[in-house]
C-alpha cells in the first residue's frame, strides 16, 4: 500500500514519482492506420443501449466490412446472448488480426487530451491517462485515491471479465472525476497548451456530436499537468480533512474498472505463481486501465437523476406501501411543477415524489440525513418484494415523462433528485459509494465513443 503523502513535498517533485503518487501512467497508444475511416471506426461505449436491439443492427449496417471499435468490443446487449462465447472468441481473433496486419498501429507514449461536442451538452474536456489498479478499490470503506462513487455490483464482473482475460487490448469507455472548480487544469492549462498535437477530428454516427484528440508528450507539458494534479491534490487533503482523500470519483465505466481490476488481481497472482519478481510484476501492463479524466464542475457535463419505476398488479397497493412505510415520514399530495421545482431545488435533495396515475406525492424520510433519496426507495422495494416476492419488480429509468409513461404499464413512478455535483467528493469521501443508479452523466448518445487502445498483454 502506498502511503498518502502531501505531493507539494520536495521529496515527490521529480515527474515520475510525483505521477506514480497520483495513481497516473503515461500511457503507450495504439490508434487505427492512416486512412482509416475513423466515422465507423469509433463506436459508442458497449455499455449504452443495452436494450436497443434497433440501435445495433444500424451500427452494425453502417459500419459493414470497415475496420472499427465495434468488432473488438462485445455490446453488453449481448452479454446474456446463446451465442455469447463465440462473440468473445471473435473479439480476441479480430484484435490479434488488428495488429497483424496493421489496422491497429503503435502511436508512442502520451496523454491524449479530448475535447467532444454535443448539442445537448456542448463542450467537455478530458485528459486520457493509464489509472494506477493499485491505487482502486471498490470496497465500500475504501481510503483509496480512485474510488467508487456507487454500489459495484460484483456479480457483473464474470462476463466482462471473460472478455478481457484474453484480449490484446483494452479500449477506454471509463469516465474518472476530479474536483477542479476553478477550472485550473483541463479547460485552463491543458487547452491553451501550444505543444499539443492534433491527431484526430471526426463526426459520430448516431448523434453522438464531434470528436478531437490532441496528443501531449513532451516533458515540459506533462510536467505541468502533473504539477496543477499535484496541487488539486492537496487542496483535496485540506477540502476532506485527511491524508488520504477522494481524489479520482468513479463517473461512467465503473463496473469496467472493477473488471480490470479483477484481472489485474489475477495476473499479479499468477505471475508471482510463477516466480517473477515484483519490478517484473509491477511493470505488466495489466496493472493499469485507460480512463478518460473529466472536471465534474465542466460545463458540458449534466448531471441527471436516475429514477424508479416499480411494477406491480396494482399500482395502488405498491403507492399505499410506499407512503405507510415505516422510512417514511409523510407523503404529501403535491401537483406536478411543484414536485419538479422541489427536486430540483436544494430543499429537494433529501426528498422524494411518486405518480400513482392520478396523484403525485412528496416524500420525506425519518432520517434524511442518513441516506440519499434513491437509496431509500431501494430499500423500500427490497422491503415490498420481500413481502410480496411475485408481485413487484424495479427498474432505473432515465427522464421524468419516460418514468411517468410508465403509469400505463402498472408501473409506480418513483422521482428522485440528484445529487449536486459540489456534494459528491464530500458525500462519498464520508458516507462511501451512493447507491447503485444515483446520478447519469448526459444521455446515452453522449457517452464515450471507443477510439485509442492500449495493449494490456
Request: hydrophobic share 35%.
Amino acid at each position: 500500500m502506498i502511503k498518502e503523502t502531501k505531493l507539494t513535498d520536495t521529496t515527490y517533485k521529480t515527474l515520475s514519482a510525483k505521477l506514480e503518487l497520483l495513481g497516473l501512467h503515461i500511457p503507450l497508444l495504439y490508434l487505427p492506420e492512416k486512412g482509416t475511416d475513423l466515422d465507423k471506426w469509433s463506436v459508442v461505449a458497449c455499455d449504452q443501449y443495452t436494450s436497443d436491439h434497433a440501435y445495433w443492427d444500424r451500427v452494425e449496417k453502417n459500419v459493414g466490412n470497415a475496420p472499427s471499435t465495434l468488432r473488438i468490443t462485445l455490446p453488453e446487449i449481448f452479454l446474456e446472448a446463446p451465442d455469447v462465447e463465440s462473440r468473445i472468441k471473435t473479439i480476441h481473433e479480430s484484435m490479434k488480426q488488428y495488429l497483424d496486419n496493421g489496422t491497429i498501429q503503435e502511436y508512442g507514449k502520451a496523454i491524449m487530451y479530448i475535447e467532444r461536442k454535443t448539442d445537448a451538452s456542448g463542450l467537455r474536456q478530458g485528459l486520457l491517462f493509464a489509472m494506477d489498479l493499485e491505487r482502486y478499490d471498490y470496497a465500500r470503506d475504501s481510503k483509496t485515491l480512485i474510488r467508487a462513487t456507487e454500489g459495484t455490483i460484483v456479480e457483473r464482473i464474470p462476463p466482462r471479465l471473460r472478455v478481457r482475460k484474453e484480449a490484446t487490448f483494452e479500449l477506454p469507455h471509463i469516465m474518472i472525476l476530479i474536483d477542479d472548480p476553478q477550472r485550473k487544469l483541463i479547460e485552463t492549462l491543458v487547452a491553451t497548451l501550444p505543444s499539443k498535437k492534433p491527431v484526430y477530428d471526426i463526426s459520430l454516427m448516431e448523434h453522438g456530436g464531434t470528436l478531437k484528440g490532441y496528443a501531449i508528450d513532451d516533458s515540459e507539458s506533462i510536467t505541468l499537468i502533473a504539477n496543477t494534479l499535484a496541487s488539486l491534490y492537496d487542496t483535496s487533503c485540506k477540502t476532506q480533512n485527511t491524508n488520504q482523500p477522494l481524489f479520482f470519483a468513479m463517473g461512467d465505466g465503473n463496473h469496467s474498472l472493477a473488471t480490470a481490476k479483477a484481472h489485474w488481481e489475477a495476473t499479479k497472482k499468477a505471475l508471482r505463481d510463477a516466480g517473477a519478481t515484483d519490478d517484473v510484476i509491477m511493470a505488466h501492463p495489466a496493472r493499469f486501465a485507460l480512463a478518460e479524466i473529466v472536471n465534474i464542475h465542466s460545463p458540458g457535463l449534466r448531471f441527471e437523476p436516475i429514477h424508479r419505476a416499480i411494477f406491480s398488479d396494482s399500482i395502488k397497493d405498491v403507492a399505499d406501501y410506499v407512503k405507510n412505510h415505516a422510512l417514511v415520514k409523510s407523503a404529501v399530495q403535491i401537483d406536478e411543477p411543484s414536485l419538479k421545482s422541489l427536486l430540483q431545488s436544494p430543499d429537494g435533495q433529501s426528498r422524494a415524489g411518486i405518480w400513482d396515475g392520478d396523484s403525485y406525492f412528496v416524500l420525506e424520510f425519518t432520517d434524511p440525513s442518513a441516506k440519499l433519496p434513491p437509496a431509500y426507495i431501494d430499500e423500500i422495494f427490497a422491503a415490498y418484494n420481500a413481502e410480496y416476492p411475485s408481485k413487484g419488480k424495479i427498474d432505473f429509468i432515465h427522464g421524468w415523462d419516460d418514468t411517468k409513461k410508465l403509469s400505463k404499464e402498472n408501473a409506480l413512478g418513483c422521482f428522485v433528485p440528484v445529487i449536486a455535483r459540489e456534494r459528491l467528493f464530500q458525500w462519498v469521501g464520508k458516507n462511501g459509494p451512493l447507491p447503485r443508479k444515483a446520478f447519469s452523466m448526459g444521455d446515452a448518445e453522449e457517452k464515450k465513443y471507443y477510439m485509442e487502445c492500449r495493449k494490456i498483454r
